[in-house]
T-cell receptor, first 115, second 110 residues
Framework: GAGVSQTPSNKVTEKGKYVELRCDPI?????LYWYRQSLGQGPEFLIY????????DSGLPNDRFFAVRPEGSVSTLKIQRTERGDSAVYLC?????????????FGNGTRLTVT | RKEVEQDPGPFNVPEGATVAFNCTYS??????FFWYRQDCRKEPKLLMS???SGNEDGRFTAQLNRASQYISLLIRDSKLSDSATYLC???????????FGSGTRLLVRP
């Protein structure tokens, strides 16, 4: 079946611009996560949705970052006034629910480059 | 100090070799433990969960030492296709918030 889909796969933007990254989770998965992976590092937690609501946004680095999941399926990560330090691969993952027995399925990521 | 620490490697081994990776974690409240595999420019994929009693999946064996707060992964009879980065992952509770190490890179040569 279809896995987690992320678009675009690559995004190059200029410093100060606004970007939106989209995630389409596996159908029926109620839990959705955003992680960020910088070069040579492991993924770093950003935000978690259970259904439509953000259950935990403690990983968002600052108020330039915001994410929504209005219908409990597709999610959009929004970054305002991008900075060069925002350059990274943004990974989305989904799972059936948020328990230990429900493994995360990651998308292939959006590689964001801020010039 | 990082919450999850791994030797970045690379570990360069011949086909058929046995190789072991260790990982340490700083928070004694950690409850769930995993190894993920990540190929170059690909997404991380769950390799195996790690249980207190240790567990095995084919050529892969994972061990957990709670007293010393470290996790290990042993790969026997290495294959070329095992070349990847192996990420050690912990969770503070039984749910979602995974904390990843920076990964250990494995290169298996012919």
């Amino acid at each position: 079946g279809a896995g987690v889909s992320q678009t675009p796969s690559n995004k190059v933007t200029e410093k100060g611009k606004y970007v939106e990254l989209r995630c389409d989770p596996i159908s029926g998965h109620t839990a959705l996560y955003w992680y960020r992976q910088s070069l040579g590092q492991g993924p770093e937690f950003l935000i978690y949705f259970q259904g439509t609501g953000a259950a935990d946004d403690s990983g968002l680095p600052n108020d330039r970052f915001f994410a929504v999941r209005p219908e409990g399926s597709v999610s959009t990560l929004k970054i305002q006034r991008t900075e060069r330090g925002d350059s990274a691969v943004y990974l989305c993952a989904s799972s059936e629910d948020s328990t230990y027995n429900s493994p995360l399925h990651f998308g292939n990521g959006t590689r964001l480059t801020v010039t | 100090r990082k919450e999850v620490e791994q030797d970045p490697g690379p570990f360069n081994v011949p086909e058929g070799a046995t190789v072991a990776f260790n990982c340490t974690y700083s928070n004694s409240a950690s409850q769930s433990f995993f190894w993920y595999r990540q190929d170059c420019r690909k997404e991380p994929k769950l390799l195996m969960s790690v249980y207190s009693s240790g567990n095995e999946d084919g050529r892969f064996t994972a061990q957990l030492n709670r007293a010393s707060q470290y996790i290990s992964l042993l790969i026997r009879d290495s294959k070329l296709s095992d070349s990847a980065t192996y990420l050690c992952v912990v969770s503070m509770d039984s749910s979602y918030k995974l904390i990843f190490g920076s990964g250990t890179r494995l290169l298996v040569r012919p």
